[in-house]
C-alpha cells in the first residue's frame, strides 16, 4: 500500500543545484526513518543520506557531506534532499526508501519500500 514518488531530477552543470523530493502515500509517514540512495550505470547502489522519524538525526555518506541536506515535511509526508555544489560523479538515479525501523540507517537492508527513483545528471 505505500507508495514513493520521487521527483526534481534533471540536467545540471557542474557546481549547480537541485532539489529532490520523496511523496509518500497509503501509511503513516512520520513513524518511519526515511533513507535516500543511488545508483550509477554499472554500479552497486549506494547509500546517500538518512533522516530519523522526526527528522531529529540526520546521516550522510563520506562523499556528499558538507553539499547534500536531508530533510522531512511529516505534515506533508514528504522528504526532501537539497544537493549542492554538484559534481560529475553524483550523476545517478536517486532512490527515496522508507526504513522499517524509526531509527536512520544507512544499512539498504533495513529499508522496505522504494520509489521508481529520478535520474540526476551532472554535466562536466
Known amino acids: 500500500q505505500v507508495q514513493l514518488v520521487e521527483s526534481g531530477g534533471g540536467l545540471v552543470q557542474t557546481g549547480g543545484s537541485l532539489r529532490l523530493s520523496c511523496a509518500v502515500s497509503g501509511r503513516t509517514f512520520s513513524s518511519y526513518a526515511m533513507g535516500w540512495f543511488r545508483q550509477a550505470p554499472g554500479k552497486e547502489r549506494e547509500f546517500v543520506s538518512t533522516i530519523s522519524w522526526n527528522g531529529g538525526r540526520t546521516s550522510y555518506a563520506d562523499s556528499v557531506k558538507g553539499r547534500f541536506t536531508i530533510s522531512r515535511d511529516n505534515a506533508k509526508n514528504t522528504v526532501f534532499l537539497q544537493m549542492n555544489s554538484l559534481k560529475p560523479e553524483d550523476t545517478a538515479v536517486y532512490y527515496c526508501?522508507?526504513?522499517?525501523?524509526?531509527?536512520?540507517?544507512?544499512?539498504?537492508?533495513?529499508?522496505?519500500?522504494w520509489g521508481q527513483g529520478t535520474q540526476v545528471t551532472v554535466s562536466s
Open positions: 526508501a522508507r526504513s522499517r525501523r524509526s531509527f536512520y540507517s544507512s544499512d539498504q537492508g533495513d529499508y522496505d519500500y
